[in-house]
């Protein structure tokens, strides 16, 4: 599904040169859960976001279903990840002006979709996740495992092929944790998504198909 040859990201700070990435080769099979394990700074969230669209690589190519994806206009990328795929973030981004409910239907709300048929999948999904009771609750008044699932619903409400998720249970206790990484592989094999993780969480590691080891902006195992 995913293929990058030789990707480099290189930023500068100040008069300073950060090689973020150097030259990633790499492959991402449909339908697989990989993590992506590395100390701090070690580039696997450069590397998601790359893979992802949100950043541009300074070289390299990425092919997403055998499209020149590093090859596109933003437009024509935001379109592809408004419809291929699902974004778990590291701090969630949930609007908090927004109810529950709200906040899961507005990707499909972007899309063109009523509001009748929006709302009525957005209550589908929350009740997918457990928070069929929470729909119209607002994100401060959720616990943090709350929001998770919200943000989550979210992620996988348009029914994406690929789904990238930033440490979603780095802000959790241990039990959360669990449930959460329970659910994410349940909507993995429910809906053959290809399952994206950076994470520091070992638990993942030990659930996921393949596991990228990253250090210093290479693949070292």
């Given at each position: ?18 090689r ?5 080769n790499l492959t991402i ?7 992506i ?8 969230t450069?590397l ?8 541009a690589?300074t070289?390299?190519?990425i092919?997403?279903d ?9 437009s ?6 408004s ?15 927004l ?7 507005l ?6 979709s009523g ?10 999904v ?21 929001q998770q ?7 996988i409400i348009?029914e994406?092929k ?8 780095g ?9 959460i990484i ?6 993995r ?6 399952l994206v993780?950076?994470?520091?969480d070992?638990?993942?590691a ?15 195992a």
């Amino acid at each position: 599904m995913i293929k990058t040859v030789d990707l480099w990201k290189i930023y500068t700070k100040s008069t300073e040169e950060v090689r973020a990435l150097k030259g990633i080769n790499l492959t991402i099979n449909d339908g697989e859960f990989l993590a992506i394990l590395g100390p701090s700074g070690s580039g696997k969230t450069t590397l998601l976001n790359c893979l992802s669209g949100i950043d541009a690589p300074t070289r390299g190519q990425i092919f997403v279903d055998e499209i020149a994806f590093h090859a596109l206009k933003e437009s024509e990328k935001a379109r592809i990840r408004s419809k291929k795929m699902g974004f778990i973030f590291q701090f969630l981004n949930l609007i908090p002006v927004l109810t529950a409910v709200e906040n899961v239907e507005l990707p499909l709300m972007i899309l063109g979709s009523g509001r009748r048929e929006a709302r009525e999948k957005a209550l589908s999904v929350l009740k997918k996740v457990g928070l069929s009771n929470r729909a119209n609750s607002f994100p401060a008044e959720l616990s943090g495992g709350e929001q998770q699932r919200v943000a989550i619903a979210r992620a996988i409400i348009h029914e994406p092929k690929i789904l990238w998720a930033d440490e979603p249970t780095g802000a959790l206790d241990s039990e959360t944790g669990e449930k959460i990484i329970a659910l994410l592989e349940h909507l993995r094999s429910e809906q053959s998504i290809t399952l994206v993780i950076v994470t520091h969480d070992e638990r993942i590691a030990n659930k996921a198909d393949r596991v990228l080891l990253m250090r210093d902006g290479l693949i070292t195992a």
